[in-house]
Nanobody, 122 residues
Framework: QVQLVESGGGSVQAGGSLRLSCAAS????????MGWYRQAPGKQRDMVAS???????SYADSVKGRFTISSDYAKNAVYLQMNSLKPEDTAVYFC????????????????WGQGTQVTVSS
């Protein structure tokens, strides 16, 4: 079994910063994709930032220039540095990963973290 555990959410004022962390644990052979998604009340879950093994990061237009995704595959971890936060960034942030569990031939499976609340006040 694979688990993703997020940390680092909280409440900040507009213009502030937060850093989210996500660590994957369990049976992990390789991580193909890691990303951050967010879901505000009454809205769909949207991709915020993502990164693939050996690939370039990708960002939603709404966070470009403010958020930075980074990964540490030695620790099976992904991070999201969020600067210049705005009230519209308020949401539950979810870590998402696609992982091969046991071998190079294992079928990759998607996993979600439990989510961490980010609240930005004006």
């Amino acid at each position: 079994q694979v688990q993703l555990v997020e940390s680092g959410g909280g409440s900040v004022q507009a213009g502030g910063s937060l850093r989210l962390s996500c660590a994957a644990s369990g049976s992990i052979f390789s991580i193909i994709y890691m990303g951050w998604y967010r879901q505000a009340p009454g809205k769909q879950r949207d991709m915020v930032a993502s990164i693939t093994t050996g690939g370039s990061p990708s960002y939603a237009d709404s966070v470009k220039g403010r958020f930075t995704i980074s990964s540490d595959y030695a620790k099976n971890a992904v991070y999201l540095q969020m600067n210049s936060l705005k009230p519209e960034d308020t949401a539950v942030y979810f870590c998402y990963s696609v992982i091969r569990a046991t071998s190079p031939s294992s079928i990759p499976h998607p996993y979600w973290g439990q989510g961490t609340q980010v609240t930005v006040s004006s």
